[in-house]
Nanobody
């Protein structure tokens, strides 16, 4: 079992930045690919970004490419999401997820463990 706890959400003006963190515990962090998803009010949960176990492969949703950066620190059992140039449409609850697969997937059912989410609100 892997426990995931997100932090770093909040209220920010459009054009601003936030950095989300997701701390993992319970299993060897470096054995898991990690991802961020988000869910806006009234919408389905969607893929944002993912990173492989070693960090050698990264994937982004087109909507955040060039603005968001995912990274991980295996020594700290933490994955990050640096979000720059935020837009009102980035407003959502952001979730981190973990999976033992070696291949990054954007499909929600592929991810085995989920955090409770952190709210990001971007005011325009």
């Amino acid at each position: 079992q892997v426990q995931l706890v997100e932090s770093g959400g909040g209220l920010v003006q459009a054009g601003g930045s936030l950095r989300l963190s997701c701390a993992a515990s319970g299993r060897t962090f470096s054995n898991y690919a990690m991802a961020w998803f988000r869910q806006a009010p009234g919408k389905e949960r969607e893929f944002v970004a993912a990173i492989t176990k070693s960090g050698d492969n990264i994937r982004y949703a087109d909507s955040v490419k060039g603005r968001f950066t995912i990274s991980r620190d295996n020594a700290k059992n933490t994955v990050y999401l640096q979000m720059n140039s935020l837009k009102a449409e980035d407003t959502a609850v952001y979730y981190c997820a973990a999976d033992r697969s070696t291949v990054i997937s954007t499909i929600i059912p592929r991810w085995d463990y989920w955090g409770q989410g952190t709210q990001v609100t971007v005011s325009s």
